[in-house]
């Protein structure tokens, strides 16, 4: 079940967490001497050119996923409550965050070195170093449902509070946490980018904009042309536009700093794309997940041409994707169990 979907739903039927701290080792081949196990990079983009690696604990629902400063690849588990550390031996370590049945999601890079996410049940903001400690802060009320993250150009960590229909930011030396309102009722905040101008650009899943938080605290709202697209995921581009998903649109769209939006339908229909990020450097691109269409796509920017790349393992759910550790575009199967890697993108 997808992150955007538990928006709606209010996460009423993810399942409980477990405890645990454990290491596993990949079934990547040991005899490739590269990083993760690959020896070296392709240019096919055929299927050959994706890997997974099981994460340890069972239905574990892993979502957000970022490289930290260590070359580790981090992320969360939404099911099973935990924080989980993918090394270039494709070992994963995995550590228990400390409030039960937070249901980690989104998870970035800090300006600190840290990384940091937000527990969506757990009414927290939390951080954890590259050697495993876990510190969180809580949100001044409870039932905000905290979502996407981004730094800021101010040195803060911006968040969404989905259920309290705010955005947020937190000190990340203090820990402390200045919120503001949306304009609209009902919005649901999904995720956030820092524009290339330091302006912070969001998503609202049910309110069907695109929201721009100007250096003066000031928010400026812009519809998205189709009705109930479900706008989620969003990214700052190489063109300088933000570019976002429209999850019940099967769309993906983009916006520049005026306002104007252009939308482009995935090639599957239905796919219900999710999480968007940046494409390799000076690839011009982004990548995104097809939820429901079971592939990761990347689009040129500005023209917004798509191509999409079916995930090997059936009904795997990709989620979160990102550029990163080797080169490789990194994401998350929530429903197939893994972390998952294109080597050639």
């Known amino acids: 079940m997808s992150r955007f979907y538990l928006f709606a739903t209010c996460a009423a039927l993810l399942l409980s967490a477990c405890s645990g701290h454990s290491v596993v080792q990949s079934s990547a081949p ?6 993760f196990g690959v ?6 983009g055929s299927p050959d050119d994706f890997v997974g690696v099981k994460v340890p604990s069972r239905d574990s629902g892993p979502l957000g996923i970022v490289t930290g400063p260590d070359g580790n690849v981090w992320f969360t588990e939404d099911l099973k409550n935990k924080v989980g550390k993918l090394d270039t031996n494709n070992h994963i370590t995995e550590f228990k965050i400390p409030t039960p049945k937070s249901h980690p999601d989104h998870i970035i890079v800090g300006p600190d070195g840290n990384l940091w996410f937000t527990e969506t049940a757990g009414d927290k903001i939390a951080k954890i170093t590259t050697a495993g400690t876990i510190t969180e802060y809580p949100l ?4 905000s449902g905290p979502g996407g993250l981004a730094v800021g ?8 509070e989905t259920f309290r229909n705010k955005l947020a930011k937190i000190n990340p030396s203090s820990g402390a946490i200045t919120e503001m309102k949306l304009p609209h009722t009902g919005s649901q905040p999904a995720f956030i980018t820092q524009a290339l101008d330091g302006t912070m650009w969001f998503t609202e899943f049910t309110g069907d904009r695109i929201g721009e938080v100007k250096s003066d605290g000031s928010i400026t709202e812009y519809a998205v042309p189709t009705a109930n697209a479900g706008p989620g995921g969003i990214t700052t581009g190489a063109d300088g ?3 976002f998903t429209e999850q019940n649109a099967s769309k993906i769209g983009s916006i520049n700093t005026s306002g104007v939006i ?3 339908p995935t090639p599957t229909g239905n796919s219900k794309p999710l999480f968007i990020t940046p494409g390799p450097p000076g690839e011009n691109t982004v990548w995104f997940t097809e939820f429901a269409g079971n592939k990761i796509a990347k689009a040129t920017v500005p023209g917004g041409s798509i191509t999409e790349f079916t995930v090997p393992l059936a009904n795997s759910e990709p989620h979160d994707i990102s550029y990163g550790a080797a080169g490789f575009m990194w994401y998350t199967e929530f429903s197939g169990n893994q972390i998952g890697f294109d080597t050639a993108p």
Request: proline share 10%.
């Open 153 to 160: 150009s101010d040195g803060n960590i911006w968040f969404s």
């Open 262 to 264: 252009n939308e482009f």
């Open 140 to 143: 001044p009320k409870a039932a």
């Open 39 to 44: 020896a070296q990079h392709r240019s096919s």
């Open 30 to 35: 040991a005899s490739n001497p590269g990083p």
């Open 241 to 243: 536009q933000m570019w």
